[in-house]
């Protein structure tokens, strides 16, 4: 077969849509050596963060630069010059297309939670989604969650639909205590027990009531323990600081920045709790990383989460600030139960792989390839 393959979020520093599509391609070329791969991006950063140098992967950087006129007329003719059979929309599909194709389906928030959007970015990721949903041969969704919120809300025969879990790299593993110290401490000053979340600073992650749990925390315990926040922050979250001020943190919750992704491993393994309890959460790959590394996790008892954790994190009500600074509590005073998440979370984790995702995208190509 010839598979085309179209990414938008690659070479952006993007989150978990950009960790999809990176290891999705990486782990499609350690396991596909017969089909031909056109893949289809939007700039160099692109191609140099999937970092794949194979024969049958050909990579497209689609021009002009600007997206409004590469997506809707650069691709359509990249598409019939390659001449692919079909092509897989990892993140949103373009406004119109030549070519039969398979959707990624990430997340429902935008369809449940629109609070957490701005208007414009809602009403532009909506109608590509809901164009993915509608007219795509094949629509993998992330979780089991996404797939049944998305049947229940619109509607569309099962047939069309599978669930293919996202996965882990082989470097979130367990580091020496040793070397977790020393990385930290020489490279980022970080020598002090902390919590951690690791994901974009915005409404829909609940990042402020993760802020007033903390502070709750401290409160209660007189604990040491810092907070530390790792991502980028939206638009959304510009009364950050203020709120960070306002808790009383100020020297207690910490923005460090940019963190080489070589290092995570280390970050996670260090934290004393991975706290992510987001609103809605399609998949949620930092709660897996976490717990390939070691780390106890609390996290949401809704959407996917529940899912994907099974028995293997604290599971709190997201919208109760109280529950998730007892879920902080319970990490600072009980050494039995870290000991149970630890085990817990690096059996659930095992679960998860970046080639099991390849090997049952490339069986829905398969399932595709058939229909054509």
Known sequence: ??????????????????????????????????????????????????????????FHVLKPANRWISIPVSLPIGLARTGVDFFHATFTPPPLASKEYLFTHHCFSTFSHPEFYDSGTLLRLNRLIMTGLRKSSVCICVSNFVMQKTLEAFEFSKDRFQVVYNGISNCFRPIDASVRKRVLKERYNIDFPYF???????????IARIVEAFSIFKQETGSDWKLLLIGKRTRLMDDLGTLICQSGLDGHVIQPG???????????????????????????????????CGTPVITSNGSSLPEITADAALLVDPYDVNAIAHAMQKLYDDESLVEKLHVRGLQRAKYFSWEKTAIQTLAAYRKIGKLL
């Open 258 to 292: 940019y963190i080489a992704n070589e290092d995570l491993p280390v970050l996670y393994g260090e934290a004393r709790g991975f706290i992510f309890p987001s609103i809605c959460e399609g998949f949620g790959i930092p709660v897996i990383e976490a717990m390939a």
């Open 196 to 206: 951690l979340y690791i994901g974009k600073l915005d409404p829909r992650k609940n």
């Open 1 to 58: 077969m010839k598979i085309g393959i179209f990414v938008v979020m690659a070479g952006t520093n993007a989150g978990g849509p950009e960790v999809y599509e990176v290891n999705l391609i990486r782990n499609l070329a350690l396991i596909d050596h017969e089909n031909e791969y056109h893949v289809f991006c939007l700039s160099e950063a692109a191609r140099n963060s999937i970092g794949v140098i194979k024969e049958n992967f050909i």
